[in-house]
């Protein structure tokens, strides 16, 4: 099984940073994709950022110029840089990773943090 552990959300005024970070362990063979979703209040779960293996990002069109993703292939850790922060921000933050396991070497998993949440006030 692969265990992701989130860190760094919190309150923060309009205007200001955070980084949040996602340590995954267990019993990793291989990580793919690493990435960040999130999910406000009486809506849906939404993707915010990815990257690939080879660092390749990817963002959703809400965060892009403000938000960068980044990741550590030796620490299997996952980074996400927020900036200029909006109350639109507010939500709760879940780490996603796919991956494979020792057990089952070939078979790509998805995984889920238990999620971080992220307050902006206005």
């Known amino acids: 099984q692969v265990q992701l552990v989130e860190s760094g959300g919190g309150l923060v005024q309009a205007g200001g940073s955070l980084k949040l970070s996602c340590a995954a362990s267990g019993s990793i063979f291989s990580i793919n994709m690493m990435g960040w979703y999130r999910q406000a209040p009486g809506k849906q779960r939404e993707l915010v950022a990815q990257i690939t293996s080879n660092s390749i990002p990817t963002y959703a069109d809400s965060v892009k110029g403000r938000f960068t993703i980044s990741r550590d292939n030796a620490k299997n850790t996952v980074y996400l840089q927020m900036n200029s922060l909006k109350p639109e921000d507010t939500a709760i933050y879940y780490c996603?990773?796919?991956?494979?396991?020792?057990?089952?070497?070939?078979?790509?998993?998805?995984?889920w943090g238990q999620g971080t949440q992220v307050t902006v006030s206005s």
């Open positions: 996603n990773t796919v991956a494979t396991t020792y057990s089952s070497r070939t078979y790509y998993s998805r995984y």
